[in-house]
T-cell receptor
Framework: NAGVTQTPKFQVLKTGQSMTLQCAQD?????MSWYRQDPGMGLRLIHY???????DQGEVPNGYNVSRSTTEDFPLRLLSAAPSQTSVYFC????????????FGSGTRLTVV | GNSVTQMEGPVTLSEEAFLTINCTYT??????LFWYVQYPGEGLQLLLK?????DKGSNKGFEATYRKETTSFHLEKGSVQVSDSAVYFC???????????FGKGTRLSVIA
């Protein structure tokens, strides 16, 4: 099925560990973004990309890195996990024409202990 | 900057009650406005949208009208069901390759 695929769905990390959250879309969307969802905070933008090779920071980029080497993939890297990064992470993609709305992945629930 | 303010929850209603969730926005220019819904344990789904002033978005019995004069996009439904229990997010997007900006979400619980 076409859409946005996120892996893993759940992850527990120890403080200081690194990991990569994967996001892939098969809709040929130019635009992809990462959000984190925390209770009472809504969704906050971490990083976004408007095309392969182009990324930019969102509202809360510290502690996260991204790259966009292909249209399909937009991984989010945590270089040294901290308990403050415990959250649910959503990847989303969007095309500038046609369906005028974001398509979201099902999320990754990350716990840092 | 661009921002969205929506009423705080949680909102608890009885089945068949009328629902209003308020949303106001601050933005330069004329953004597009959206309502997204998140059911328990799932990602966000687009519920409805409006791309210009006075447009009315509607879907699944929900409606919202883009009011430029009051910078609002309130969500309404005439008769809620238990299956409408979810978190509702208001969002805006300026034109071009700009990101969605979300409100903090409103949790709705509908009891039978």
């Amino acid at each position: 099925n076409a859409g946005v695929t996120q892996t893993p769905k759940f992850q527990v990390l120890k403080t200081g560990q690194s990991m990569t959250l994967q996001c892939a879309q098969d809709m040929n969307h130019e635009y992809m973004s990462w959000y984190r969802q925390d209770p009472g905070m809504g969704l906050r933008l971490i990083h976004y990309s408007v095309g392969a090779g182009i990324t930019d920071q969102g509202e809360v980029p510290n502690g996260y890195n991204v790259s966009r080497s292909t249209t399909e993939d937009f991984p989010l890297r945590l270089l040294s996990a901290a308990p403050s990064q415990t959250s649910v992470y959503f990847c989303a993609s969007w095309a500038p024409t046609g369906y005028y709305g974001y398509t979201f992945g099902s999320g990754t629930r990350l716990t840092v202990v | 900057g661009n921002s969205v303010t929506q009423m705080e929850g949680p909102v608890t209603l009885s089945e068949e009650a009328f629902l209003t969730i308020n949303c106001t926005y601050t933005a330069t220019g004329y953004p597009s406005l959206f309502w997204y819904v998140q059911y328990p344990g799932e990602g966000l789904q687009l519920l409805l949208k409006a791309t210009k002033a006075d447009d009315k978005g509607s879907n699944k019995g929900f409606e919202a009208t883009y009011r430029k004069e009051t910078t609002s996009f309130h969500l309404e439904k005439g008769s809620v069901q238990v299956s409408d229990s979810a978190v509702y997010f208001c969002a805006l997007k300026r034109s071009g390759n700009t990101p969605l900006v979300f409100g903090k979400g409103t949790r709705l619980s509908v009891i039978a």
